[in-house]
């Protein structure tokens, strides 16, 4: 009869396995567009520049080798799933989630290149510390902290901040993308570096000054000014004219137009990003509802993350020039006080996703160095096994607990399968005490009463 046992204690409930996993279904979920892994390469492409012969030979075997890669994660998940039935003789409360997606996470991200290996490895141990979390606060074990995102991004961002301050602190990708959002009047300067750095701007401000004077008697008085150009010089001389430490190494302005010019031009990035993340939204809709392209340019979230970056750079510029005055030395150790403050401007932008992501690459790099001055031991393969894990521990989730599963990542599963991991059976797994079926609105799958084992309201199937 292929009829399976769901055991709990002392209960037995018996259900067939295709009525576990039944797609011919009354429920519905929301309609999700599956995920489509050349979109995301040929974005990537774009953005790092690639050239020509990136798109003629690699774009499209990069491509097949990540649908491969998701295509084989999913299908062997279904035949462990199957395999541990049949071994087990029926479903436990960990066999339908972890059990199946362990080795075939495993296997799956073996086929994948070496170098995604490891930003996936960071994304799903991410997902899957935050989903304990999670699942820790569901049960009473912890309670939350009010504003923690903003408080964990604080204590990230101090500690990067010091890093990139810092000799050899940083390197590759994340010295790149930090000198490009906080500027290059930031980069790194060290001990034996400092006296010398400090006494560069005199001589730099001379010549600047030298300079404006050579061009501005070069120009006849005669020629008549557009208001743009005058209006520029204005911007200009004040810039320049106000306060600067000795220290400070943006020369073309004094700390206050350095903070406000550093908040500009991270607000306008930040707005740009996020009406560009809209556009393919905005696209489709602008046949059948043009009336709301306009919200594109005035939406909400797009002043809040402009406001984030703004705030960030300009929070962060402005106490390290504070404490420039105040200790009159340009100091690695300004980077923690600074970098700390920076953080607050999260409020203007609350992500969990983003202070995850950041801590989980914060705690990968001073691991790596751990390593490389011997204080750490090196794990072959650790990346993968990680990875699997933490498949692992997200699946057991979606399929256990989907309350307490990141809800970004539960689209993604739905997009990735057109919407049937939505479809099993959750009811039957309620007997775990996971409220598995809280957020399926009392979905019940068409049952084929061949395989099923009716009961009276109130009976129940005792052991033995």
Not at 133 to 145: D, E, H, L
Not at 372 to 397: K, M, N
Request: aromatic share 12%; proline share 4%; net charge positive.
């Amino acid at each position: 009869m292929g009829m399976h046992r769901i055991v709990s204690r002392c209960k037995v409930l018996q259900v067939d396995h295709d009525n576990v996993i039944n797609l011919s279904s009354q429920y519905r979920p929301q309609e999700a567009q599956p995920v489509r892994p050349g979109s995301l390469y040929g974005i990537a492409a774009v953005l790092r520049r690639r050239k020509k012969d990136y798109y003629l030979k690699r774009l499209l075997p990069e491509i097949l080798w990540s649908t491969s890669f998701l295509t084989a994660n999913g299908g062997l998940y279904i035949v462990f799933f199957c395999i541990l039935r049949k071994l087990l003789g029926g479903f436990y409360s960990w066999s339908a989630g972890f059990g199946s997606a362990l080795p075939a996470s495993y296997i799956a991200i073996l086929l994948e290149r070496k170098s995604r290996r490891g930003l996936l490895t960071i994304y799903m141990t991410n997902l899957a510390t935050e989903t304990l979390f999670r699942m820790a606060v569901t049960r009473g074990i912890v309670k939350p902290i009010r504003h923690g995102e903003v408080l964990l991004f604080c204590l990230t961002a101090s500690l990067y901040m010091f890093f990139f301050r810092s000799k050899d602190g940083l390197k590759g990708f994340a010295f790149s993308a930090l000198k490009f959002i906080i500027g290059k009047e930031e980069i790194p300067t060290h001990s034996g570096m400092v006296e010398h750095i400090c006494t560069r701007p005199l001589e730099r401000t001379a010549a600047i000054e030298s300079e404006d004077s050579q061009l501005s008697a070069r120009r006849p008085s005669s020629r008549r000014k557009t208001l743009i150009a005058c209006t520029k010089e204005l911007l200009e001389s004040i810039c320049k004219q106000g306060p600067r430490h000795r220290c400070c190494k943006h020369y073309q302005d004094n700390c206050i137009s350095y903070c406000v010019k550093g908040f500009v031009r991270m607000f306008s990035i930040g707005y740009l990003i996020q009406c560009c993340l809209k556009v393919p939204s905005a696209f489709r809709q602008m046949f059948s509802r043009p009336s709301r392209l306009p919200s594109l340019f005035y939406n909400k979230e797009n002043f809040q993350l402009g406001a984030f970056l703004g705030s960030f750079v300009s929070i962060y510029k402005g106490t390290s020039c504070l404490l420039r005055w105040v200790r009159n030395i340009d100091d690695e150790l300004h980077a923690l006080i600074a970098g700390f403050l920076a953080g607050i401007s999260m409020f203007f932008y609350k992500s969990t996703t983003i202070s995850m992501y950041l801590f989980s690459k914060l705690v990968e790099t001073m691991y790596f160095k751990g390593i490389e001055a011997g204080r750490f031991p090196y794990f072959p393969h650790a990346d993968t096994v990680l990875y699997a894990i933490s498949t692992a521990i997200c699946f057991q989730a979606a399929v256990m607990e989907v309350q307490n599963l990141r809800p970004t990542y539960w689209k993604f599963l739905l997009r990735l399968t057109k919407g049937r991991f939505a479809l099993m059976n959750r009811q039957l797994l309620d007997v775990f005490g996971t409220q598995a079926s809280r957020d399926f609105k009392g979905f019940v799958p068409k049952l084929d009463p061949r395989f099923t084992t009716v009961l009276p309201p109130g009976a129940d199937i005792q052991l033995g």
